[in-house]
């Protein structure tokens, strides 16, 4: 597998790998042994839907039992009453990392999707099909996953090229089919926290990439504030007992006074200045 994918299995997923995933457009792609779990499940299912033993939601309702053409009725009726669209577009980093969890999430192999689904999910996310997505504050997850499964059956809209456009028409250009989705396919599809979690992964990101700013900040200002660059040096830290500072200093680029010409005409320039008026 090359390194410009990321693979996903039941294995547990690190932030570094979250974060390289969005800053190195990393592709997705599930592993043999996720593979091999979701045919199976897939399978076991099938031979039991076979036996015509009843399963309450999916291949019955209200103890009336469901013809086939009625089941995948049942997952186009699912996907598009769950797919509530109002309120604000998600950010499209929030989407990707939305569609790469439940990828990650159904390549433990036991939600009982087909394989062909799940293919089709990378694909999307390799091809940088991305699902348009809105949402508000009071929406949970179900709302969230059925808007991002649509395209799946050539319904909602899309971002591919860079254009916005109906999922139909991205689809007709990649020369791909509107999935007819299986028995309970629907369900592993719109349940799960991806989005919440997606959310999370997100903000810690940003706060991640604000706190290198604010450290890589902090040399500057203190010199331009004419303090004394000492206390950023490691020597001077190490004899504290602190492991916050510990946690901190080697984030922080040390500017060498002498040698900082930039810094040096700076100073002259604020030497006479009021200090607030940089807060301004």
């Known amino acids: 597998m090359s390194y410009n994918y990321l693979p996903l299995d039941r294995k547990q997923l690190h932030f570094d790998q979250v974060k390289n995933l969005l800053d190195f457009d990393q592709l997705v792609s599930i592993t043999f042994y996720a593979h091999e779990q979701i045919e199976n499940c897939r399978n076991y299912l099938d031979k039991k839907l076979a036996t015509d033993e009843l399963f309450e939601g999916i291949n ?25 669209i109002s309120g604000d577009e998600i950010a499209k980093a929030i989407v990707k990392l ?10 433990y192999g036991q939600s009982g999707i087909d394989i062909e689904t799940v293919k089709r999910l990378m694909e999307m996310y390799n091809n940088n099909v991305l699902p348009i997505i809105f949402a508000t504050d009071g929406y949970d997850d179900k709302a ?27 689809l007709k ?12 396919e629907a369900l592993a599809l719109i349940n799960g926290n991806q989005y919440t979690c997606a959310c999370g992964l997100y903000q810690l990101k940003m706060a991640e990439t604000q706190l290198q700013a604010a450290n890589n900040n902090a040399p500057q200002a203190y010199e331009v504030f004419d303090k004394m660059m000492t206390v950023f040096m490691a020597e001077a830290n190490n004899v504290v007992d602190s492991p916050q500072i510990f946690a901190e200093q080697d984030s922080i680029i040390y500017l060498p006074l002498p040698t900082n010409q930039i810094m040096v005409e700076i100073l002259e320039l604020l030497r006479s200045s009021d200090t607030f008026s940089l807060i301004k």
């Not at 019955?60 to 699912?78: D, H, M, W």
């Not at 939305?98 to 390549?107: D, G």
């Open 60 to 84: 019955v309702i209200n103890t009336v039992k469901l013809t086939p053409e009625e089941i995948t009725q049942l997952q186009y009726n699912i996907l598009t009453n769950n797919a509530v």
């Open 98 to 107: 939305t569609l790469m969890l439940k990828i990650k999430s159904l390549s």
């Open 144 to 170: 969230i996953l059925s808007q991002l499964s649509l395209p799946l059956i050539g319904l909602g809209m899309v971002y591919f090229n860079g254009e916005k456009m109906p999922s139909a028409t991205a």
């Open 173 to 184: 250009i990649l020369n791909w089919q509107p999935l007819q989705l299986k028995s309970k």
